[in-house]
Structures are given as C-alpha cells and as structure tokens.
C-alpha cells in the first residue's frame, strides 16, 4: 500500500518537472540568429558565447554529421565551404 501510494506521488510530480524547463539550459539562440552570414571566426564564436548565454561552442563544418542529442547550454553554429555562418540553434 505503501508503495502505491509513493508511486503515485511520483507519477503525480512528473508533470510539475518536466513544465519547469531545466534551469541549467543558458543557451538563447535568439540572439545568435543576426550572426548568420557572418565569417565564422573564433572572434565570431567568442561573441555568439556571449549574446546567447551559452556555455559550450560546436562549430559543424560542411558536410558534417553531427548528434541529435540535447545537450544543456550548448550552441551549434554550423557554416559552409565559404566559412560563412548558415544555422545557429541551441543543443
């Protein structure tokens, strides 16, 4: 009995969780978005750092795969042949 009665308090706090957000999630690629046709440059990235609040920097260059996984307060700025920033997105 006990035991139900716990896990339908988790069940029940789950939601509660989850709407939250995560409050260790800095990235804000809003920002970041008048970046795009910009050269991409480690002057570039340092300042993209610092408009979105980020914490880590992944640069994709063209033609590369890259994970799907979220990762918290990462921001991947991917450019192409040119070195010209085309996408700027959190995770």
Do not use: H
Not at 66 to 77: E, I, M, Q, S
């Amino acid at each position: 009995m006990a035991r139900s009665i716990l896990a339908a308090a988790a069940i029940l706090a789950l939601p509660a969780c989850v709407s939250a957000g995560n409050p260790g999630d800095t990235c804000r690629a809003a920002p970041g978005q008048a970046f795009i046709g910009r050269a991409a440059s480690s002057a570039v990235g340092a300042e993209l750092l610092r408009v979105t609040s980020s914490r880590i920097l992944r640069w994709v260059p063209p033609g590369t795969i890259v994970t799907t996984d979220y990762k918290f307060g990462r921001l991947t700025v991917a450019y192409d042949g040119a070195m010209t920033i085309t996408t700027i997105s959190c995770g």
